[in-house]
Nanobody, 124 residues
């Protein structure tokens, strides 16, 4: 059983930064592509950013391009989301997800496991 636990969410002022972490249980972390999605109240869950198994390639949504980076530490079974220049519209629950696939990582159905989410609130 693969379990994902996010942390690092909270309240931040517009223009600030946050780093979210996601720890993945199990011994096969390096075999998963990892992604971050977010869901604002009343809206669909949207893709934010993803990283391949080795960390050699990342893919970012246009809405956060230039403000978000993703990284992973395969020794610590952890993936990180660094968000800068935060805007009120970034307010959402952020979810970490693991996928056995290497393509179409911007689609939520490509992911096999999900975390419970962590709330990020950006005040204006």
């Amino acid at each position: 059983q693969v379990q994902l636990v996010e942390s690092g969410g909270g309240l931040v002022q517009a223009g600030g930064s946050l780093r979210l972490s996601c720890v993945v249980s199990g011994r096969t972390f390096s075999s998963y592509s990892m992604g971050w999605f977010r869901q604002a109240p009343g809206k669909d869950r949207d893709f934010v950013i993803a990283i391949t198994r080795s960390g050699s390639s990342t893919h970012c949504a246009d809405s956060v391009k230039g403000r978000c980076t993703i990284s992973r530490d395969n020794h610590k079974n952890t993936v990180y989301l660094q968000m800068n220049s935060l805007k009120p519209e970034d307010t959402a629950v952020y979810y970490c997800a693991a996928s056995k696939r290497i393509f179409m990582l911007d689609i939520s159905s490509a992911y096999d496991y999900w975390g419970q989410g962590t709330q990020v609130t950006v005040s204006s």
